[in-house]
């Protein structure tokens, strides 16, 4: 949609008039000031630190602009919701900035109150965003700039998630992420991404046997054994005391010969899942047939509750080893797969996702390195990456095809939850064990070190499958449990559960427009 066709949309205004936000600025000044205490406040730092964020929160917004233009002051047209939901935000924004204020030195305050800006700039985009979407408006990007993701963006956030104190926070920043990944993915056909998906798969099918140990190590860079072995002692450390699974689900099993099958077996060995239980499994290629135990149906992740009404709240283990969930590129498609996991979910079910990660290893990721490249030639969203050179097809494939997406952890994390999923291997994010882990991702050694030698996913959720030319293979391996979205979780679900709606939409962001100034 270029400037012409939006002569006839109907354009929502934002005029950038910075008085009209001041008293929601100043009510989070006013907060922050009363609440710190005495001998913060007396403190020369803190104070010249407060007149940059408010300076900062004034700055004109064209998403506060919009809400406020749009809503008004009073709450004219009677949205009580969204003012006590965005009220309720911005309380938990407040709670973590004083904090992470209280907590530490000049450094660590200044760093959670230039978070805390961040965070409330973003949550005013994420709702203004939200409110337009809703009622099939466009919105005039200006102020802002680019609405698009890019690898410098990618790692800005990459520094607040390590850095950044406060769960809630951090969830609405990667939210809004998130939704500026499904903009910029805007237009592009699901059908068509469908249909070359699977030409693609077939392809690979009859050009590599997959199942052959040498032809799948070269292919993935990393033996089974470790993967099973992995994903096998991290189940059963997140099991516990359970009864055994009578219902499990395994997403894309392929022939099941080199992960899941062997898998399955240790499981059964290990009590985690009974004897005599049911195993389904949903791929999206091949016949209908029963495959080292796993009862194969044909078909996609999007389909199974639809498909498969006899699957919906029944299953206790769900098992995604590989890149089945990360092959359809579509943000707002991935996003749709943590529901639909859910609706065939069991209360209490237990999902083991292992697959490539986007973190920096010492910046020697290939993933990360292949995104780098990806955005250089071509628009792309971060995370995704081209299509391996080797498996190429003559004269149809070429080296700015996008192969897959690759989730960055936080962003998958934000998904997970909107549809309640917590994961259980993984501490809190802005926890002081939460920056730990982030501090042993960059470091190749200890990574390694860590995570080849003792093989439990429980305790190292990440791990280095291997090395090829063009980087290090790293994984994780991320386990969750269903627990559902409670209505009295802190008040930062709120938010994220109604963008989640958002997402399911089949182009939710067609109706946003940027236009430079």
């Known amino acids: 949609m270029g400037r012409d066709a939006l ?8 005029d950038l008039v910075g008085e009209t936000i001041n008293p929601w600025v100043e009510k989070l000044i006013e907060g922050l000031v009363d609440r710190v205490g005495e001998e913060i406040n007396g403190n020369f730092v803190f104070r010249e630190r407060v007149s940059g964020l408010r300076e900062r929160l004034t700055e004109p917004s064209w998403a506060a602009e919009y809400l406020l233009d749009q809503y008004g002051e009073e709450q004219s047209r009677g949205d009580d919701q969204l003012f006590n939901r965005v009220d309720g935000l911005m309380e938990s924004i407040l709670d973590e900035m004083v904090e992470g204020v209280q907590a530490g030195d000049a450094f660590e305050m200044n760093t959670q109150m230039m978070f805390g800006g961040e965070v409330v700039q973003s949550l005013w985009r994420l709702v203004a965003l939200e409110r337009a979407l809703e009622q099939g408006e466009a919105v005039r990007v200006v102020g802002e700039g680019n609405m698009s993701t890019t690898m410098e963006r990618w790692s800005e956030m990459q520094t607040w998630a390590t850095f950044g104190k406060g769960e809630v926070s951090n969830y609405i920043l990667w939210q809004e992420w998130t939704t500026r990944v499904m903009w910029q993915q805007r237009g592009i056909s699901l059908e068509e991404r469908q249909e070359w998906l699977e030409e693609f798969l077939l392809h690979v099918m009859g050009e590599l046997d997959v199942n052959d140990e040498v032809v799948a190590e070269k292919a993935y860079a990393a033996p089974a054994g470790l993967e099973v072995e992995r994903d096998m002692i991290g189940l059963r450390g997140a099991w516990g005391e359970r009864q055994s699974a009578r219902k499990v689900l395994v997403i894309g099993p392929g022939e099941a010969t080199r992960i899941d099958g062997p898998l399955l077996t240790k499981l059964i060995e290990g009590g985690v899942v009974s004897h005599d239980a049911v195993v389904d499994g949903l791929d ?68 083991l996702l292992d697959e490539a990660m986007m973190e920096p290893v010492s910046k020697q990721n290939r993933r990360v390195n292949q995104t780098t490249i990806m955005q250089q030639d071509v628009p792309s969203v971060v995370g995704e990456v081209p299509v391996n050179s080797e498996y190429w097809r003559e004269d149809v494939d070429k080296p700015s095809d996008v192969g897959a997406r690759i989730i960055p952890l936080v962003e998958k994390l934000a998904m997970a939850r909107a549809n309640g999923w917590r994961c259980v291997n993984l501490p809190k994010i802005g926890t002081g064990e939460w920056w730990d882990l982030m501090a042993l991702i960059s470091d190749r050694d200890e990574l390694e070190r860590a995570t080849l030698e003792r093989r439990d996913a429980m305790e190292t959720p990440f791990y280095l499958a291997g090395e090829k030319e063009d980087g290090l293979v790293a994984r994780a391996t991320l386990i969750f449990e269903k627990i559902g979205i409670d209505e009295n979780d802190d008040v930062g679900m709120q ?14 962001l067609r109706v946003v427009e940027e236009i430079e100034e």
């Open 7 to 14: 002569e006839t949309e109907k354009i929502i205004a934002v």
């Open 284 to 351: 999206l290629l091949g016949e209908a047939e029963v495959r080292k135990g796993i009862d194969v149906r044909i078909g996609d992740v999007r389909e199974m509750a639809e498909k498969h009404p006899d699957w919906r709240g029944k299953k206790q283990l769900i098992i995604g080893s590989g890149s089945a969930l990360t092959n359809m590129d579509l943000a707002r498609v991935q996003a749709g797969y943590w529901k639909n996991l859910a609706d065939v979910a069991d209360e209490g079910a237990i999902l």
């Open 495 to 508: 938010m994220i559960n109604n963008i989640s709606a958002l997402m399911q939409k089949e182009d939710p």
